[in-house]
């Protein structure tokens, strides 16, 4: 017996301001699954739609279970019904003249000294009377919406059932156990599971990049339009200037129009239709994109009352307490929509990104820090001075009495001014900070992995400033971008993504492919060096000419398809890369052996160098890898050859205040050796670390699967990677004989500003004759 469960798609309906904090919930297009008898081993025997079913598996895992689940959604169910039922009852149903006693002639103020809640309070047919025509209609939506949500809880109820099924039955692992099983297990489980039960009957066996295609399909797009600049986010705003704009709303708005809305481009989750592969219909397809992109845009002109006043409701109920109680909440910064896409690999999912973004969030925000207005601060203090003391003298008066508190606005007053105050001390800078900006930027590359060309030896400019901060922005700038959502959101679909309709045509008939057994994919998530690489990043890895034969169109920016490349290679060590791949990263590890055994010979002008100097401040476990790596050449090193390698005592912290990383692997140092951390036989630290490893061996080892405890060495091998193939792009531009500079840069105006840092400071300094 068969059943097929499908699904229809949802109109448009509010958006959630936190949507980055669930990027990859399951498409809601259904799933064609056969069901047979619970007791027959090919229960999950040709899902049809793999995409929504591995999605839904690791949304599971990421969610913590069914049980966790369907509570979280039931509860938002009930968070949506309080909202609108709360908002109407305090519009409708309360004498606020009772409240505050504005009344003189109501005997409910006149014979009472002190007036209760349920004295203001309406009647029900008060309340029904003042009932208006807007409110009507604010109410039928709403509970339209509310009923769809419901429907989309069952809906999901059912197939998160069926996920249930399929770890508990098939990956033979408990909701309990969730929380202890890595992705990374969980997907070698799936893959035997496969060559059991034939999920997909169109190959024996999945790969990791199979998988990890079926899940990010989608994200995958939207990180090459992100790349190659396609979609139109930059917006001039008068007073403001040209501004990325990208919000929860819009991104809602583009994966409706580009992926799962009924005129999209792609007919169902894994196959783009047959008319945008055809060139001769490029226009044709072009002009109904536009018209598509204008009746979408219409839609939310129309629906922008009721979003916008949802936005102002959710984002009262949500961030009111948070403000009065930390009202320094809104001086704390979080990595925007744009910044998560910019510097978001190929074929990275969420855990995997937010690690990432984690751990550089500390060094980002010092780095923001620094970067204080001299005027802004002279206010600052002033407003601080002056709300500081009226709090201060209202609390205290009504410490000596307190009648003080019930004369009007006293505690309105300082409230406020307790606010201001909060708001105005954060403002203002650190006074023991130390200014390091090009050091604080190299660590964040280290970790975010991607920098625009003309960062680099300028960290220390507005410039560069600005343009990271539209990466790494103030949260109050995050809730003010998602509270005028509504109104631009419109603005940018009729009139600026509607003349990139031809572009967006192209781009998906030119960059997708057909994978057998599982679809169509965007090209870039190959990551084929030969078709999307870059010679200038290739170039500084090969001795000879690269393979690549990308157009310059073609070529992924800012290295990404080399490091999308690396990255995947180390969070998925058994897969199996095509030769083209296995070729680069066999050059890059001969290029850092050969680098290695030069160590101590002008330091200057090695990469390796420059990259273990900026690696080895980034904690105590991260310098002794680095000495590990310098020791463990197997011959001696002169004190002059490690010039520049900062060294930590063991157990101290670094320059940045960070613990120590790698505690867990016993990092001990000695007076004849250094040990370095336990690491696995695979990557590049280790590589570097073995006297005797063979040049022709794999960067990433033979070997082992990655373990919970081995993910913290796994991301210090991708930072020294990332750090030495920055460095050896840069100095191959170098060699060739140009540097980028900013239109209107001087470099040698600005250099004299800029600290000594290995990764960054280069681009200003010629290379030395030999």
Known sequence: MSATLEASYQPLQPYPMEAEEHEETPQDSGVMIHVVPENSRARWNHIEDLDSFFARMYHYHQKHGFKCMMVQEGLELFQFAFVVFFSTFLFHCVDYSILFRDSKTNEKVINKEKISISDALLTWDQCWESFGAVTGICLFVAFVFWLLRVVKVVYHLFHFWEIKQFFNMALKINDSDLDNTTWHEIQCRVREVQREQQMCIHKAELTELDIYHRIL??????????????????????????????????????????????????????????????????????????????????????????????????????????????????????????????????NELDHELNARLNRAYKNSSKYMSMFTSPLTCVIARTVCFIAGGIAMVLVLLSVYDEDVLTVEHVLTIISVCGVLAAISRAMLPDENMVWCPEHLMTAIIAQI?????????????????????QMFHYKVIHLLDELVSPIITPFVLCFHLRSKSLEIVDFFRNFTVEVAGVGDVCSFALMDLRRHGCPDWQESVRSHVPVTEASSHAQADIGKTELSLVHFMYTNPKWVPPADAQNFVT???????????????????????????????????????????????????????????????????????????????????????????????????????????SLGASVFGEGREMHQDTLEMTAADMNLSTLYLHNLHHQNVRQRGYVWHRPGHDPATSSQHAETTPLLDTATKPPRSS
Not at 460 to 465: A, K, M, P
């Open 217 to 346: 399909r989608f994200k995958n797009y939207m990180v090459a339009m992100i790349n190659q600049n396609l979609l139109p986010l930059k917006i001039s705003f008068p007073l403001f200037g040209e501004t990325i704009f990208f919000t929860s709303g819009l991104k809602y708005n583009l994966e409706f129009l580009l992926f799962c809305g009924p005129w999209a481009p792609f007919e169902n989750n894994w196959h783009l239709r047959e008319d945008y592969k055809k060139i001769a219909k490029r226009k044709e397809l072009a002009q109904h994109l536009s018209k598509h992109i204008l009746w979408v845009g219409i839609a939310n002109f129309a629906l922008c009352p009721l979003i916008l006043l949802w936005q102002i409701l959710y984002l009262f109920f949500n961030y009111a307490e948070v403000i009065k109680r930390e009202p320094g909440f809104m001086s704390l910064r979080s990595w925007s929509l744009y910044g998560r896409l910019y510097v978001r690999h190929f």
């Open 449 to 469: 992995h991607y920098c625009p060309e003309h960062w680099r030896g300028q960290a220390h400019t507005n410039q560069v400033r600005k343009e990271f901060s």
């Open 587 to 693: 050059a890059f590890r001969n290029r850092a052996m050969q680098d290695r055994n030069q160590l101590g010979v002008r330091n200057e002008l090695n990469p390796l160098y420059s990259s273990l100097t900026s690696m080895s401040s980034l904690g105590v476990g991260y310098n002794s890898l680095v000495q590990s790596i310098v020791f463990g050449r197997g011959r001696g090193m002169t004190g002059s050859s490690l010039a520049g390698v900062p060294q930590f005592p063991s157990g101290t912290g670094s320059v940045q205040g960070h613990a120590d990383p790698f505690q867990q692997y016993n990092v001990r140092v000695r007076t004849s050796r250094i040990e370095g951390p336990l690491v696995p036989e695979r990557g590049l630290i280790y590589s570097l670390q073995q006297p005797g490893a």
